[in-house]
């Protein structure tokens, strides 16, 4: 029987895919519901990166490049930052902090379609049917997370929706995915946790047949992710996910909605040591009526979370340390449609960088009046990436090998900007 390995491992897949005929169901596991250990009692240490991923290809030309006066410009009017960059009007605090954030005006990229898009973004390459490549948050975890010896939660969490997996680095680097109030996703209730353990025991007996019959790699990888689960569910580091523990004053100062209490999450998270988090806020993908919607709900949610994050981030000492990344899978038209709204447009967009001594205050790159074309130099996924790595003190030279043998260096050779480091 041949068996396949999923890009990413929920820990529902996990906990079901070797119970073979049994009606095995996992429990529910509500992050942290017995634990009395604060998160700040532990000390971090090392480099992280948090990913705010804009799902559906935000309108930079809206946000992050604006054209008054243009045909293509939209309503929207820029507004002077703390840095030498202006930005959109409705992003008012977010202006403030501009002094900690590059934005990449010039990144040009081939993929205009949402799936080969996500892909393309989180991976540096473009999809092949011949190989799975591990996403962002898979890569930085490989390597950040050597600097962690008693990190015992995941070391790659996305909050509120899910990511690409790990590709051929294997499930033990799969995203743990978690909801905004801290629970993970995809599980069923009904097991004690007396009872889970016997399951989970008996699991690995299972395992270690599989792999005493040299089955292949999928029950190791299960195995290091059972390991991993065991240790997770009696770790005081687990407080990380309880956002609740928050002072009513930071979780209101992040927002009371679901992306600000998953970015107020993802700073408990690298505050713990998690290496890479990634935030989902989708609702980007604007055919129709994009400027109300911006106006009114995409943009005061982003401004506030975003702002408060890089605040909290510098106020304890973790900005220096912990690269910020905020990005989707293409930008959108320069040309408003018969809609009202925006379609997808990979030719000329934006992305924003901060932290991890990133040069902050400034844009690099341009398009053109009209911002229908890059001028001068464009970036594309793989030099993003690549400049992460290097914020982040990863060799460029690190390489992979992939199953089939194939040599993958890190970040699929892309060039670092180098005008976006301090």
Same mark, same amino acid.
């Given at each position: 029987m041949r068996t396949t390995v999923p890009s990413g491992m929920t820990r529902r897949h996990f906990l079901t895919h070797l119970a073979?005929?049994?009606?095995?169901?996992?429990?529910?596991?509500?992050?942290?519901?017995?634990?009395?250990?604060?998160?700040?009692?532990?000390?971090?240490?090392?480099?992280?990166?948090?990913?705010?991923?804009?799902?559906?290809?935000?309108?930079?030309?809206?946000?992050?490049? $604006?054209?008054?006066g243009a045909p293509t410009g939209g309503p929207f009017r820029p507004i002077s930052t703390s840095g030498d960059v202006q930005i959109?009007?409705?992003?008012?605090?977010?202006?403030?902090?501009?002094?900690?954030?590059?934005?990449?005006?010039?990144?040009?990229?081939?993929?205009?379609?949402h799936?080969?898009?996500?892909?393309?973004?989180?991976?540096?390459?473009?999809?092949?049917?011949?190989?799975?490549?591990?996403?962002?948050?898979?890569?930085?975890?490989?390597?950040?997370?050597?600097?962690?010896?008693?990190?015992?939660?995941?070391p790659f969490v996305t909050v509120g929706g899910s990511s690409v997996g790990p590709g051929f680095l294997g499930m033990a680097w799969a995203p743990f995915a978690v909801s905004s109030d801290g629970q993970v996703r995809d599980l069923s209730s009904g097991l004690g946790e007396d009872r889970l353990y016997q399951r989970m025991i008996a699991l690995d007996a299972i395992e270690n047949q599989f792999i005493a019959q040299q089955r292949g790699t999928v029950a190791t990888d299960h195995q290091k992710? $059972?390991?991993?689960?065991?240790? $997770?569910?009696?770790?005081?580091?687990?407080?990380?996910?309880?956002?609740?523990?928050?002072?009513?004053?930071?979780?209101?100062?992040?927002?009371?909605?679901?992306?600000?209490?998953s970015?107020?999450?993802?700073?408990?998270?690298?505050?713990?040591?998690?290496p890479f988090v990634e935030v989902d806020f989708g609702g980007w993908d604007n055919h129709q009526n994009i400027f109300p919607t911006l106006k009114d709900q995409r943009l005061p949610t982003l401004d506030r979370a975003m702002s408060a994050?890089?605040?909290?981030?510098?106020?304890?000492? $973790?900005?220096?340390?912990?690269?910020?990344i905020w990005m989707g899978e293409f930008g959108r038209t320069p040309r408003i449609n018969g809609d009202a709204g925006r379609d997808h447009w990979a030719r000329a967009w934006s992305v924003v960088l901060g932290g991890a001594g990133i040069r902050g205050g400034i844009a690099?790159?341009?398009?053109?009046?009209?911002g229908t074309r890059a001028l001068g130099d464009t970036y594309a996924a793989e030099d993003l990436l690549a400049t992460v790595c290097r914020a982040l003190g990863i060799s460029l030279e690190t390489t992979f090998?992939?199953?089939?043998?194939?040599?993958?260096?890190?970040?699929?050779?892309?060039?670092?900007?180098?005008a976006v480091l301090a």
């Open positions: 073979g005929a049994s009606t095995l169901v996992a429990p529910a596991l509500m992050l942290g519901s017995t634990l009395r250990v604060h998160a700040h009692d532990l000390q971090r240490r090392g480099k992280s990166a948090i990913l705010l991923w804009m799902g559906g290809g935000p309108s930079t030309i809206d946000l992050w490049d $604006l054209k008054p959109c009007e409705h992003l008012p605090l977010l202006a403030q902090q501009m002094h900690h954030f590059a934005v990449i005006r010039s990144m040009s990229t081939r993929e205009a379609d799936e080969r898009g996500r892909y393309y973004m989180h991976t540096g390459y473009v999809p092949n049917p011949n190989i799975e490549h591990p996403s962002y948050g898979a890569v930085l975890a490989h390597e950040l997370a050597p600097q962690r010896q008693d990190l015992e939660i995941p992710v $059972l390991k991993k689960t065991l240790a $997770l569910m009696t770790s005081a580091q687990m407080t990380a996910f309880q956002v609740n523990q928050e002072p009513e004053p930071v979780r209101q100062q992040y927002g009371n909605n679901d992306f600000g209490r970015c107020l999450m993802a700073r408990r998270l690298v505050e713990q040591g998690v994050l890089v605040v909290d981030l510098e106020q304890r000492g $973790l900005l220096a340390d912990t690269a910020i690099v790159g341009q398009t053109n009046e009209d090998t992939s199953r089939d043998g194939r040599p993958m260096k890190i970040a699929n050779s892309g060039k670092v900007i180098d």
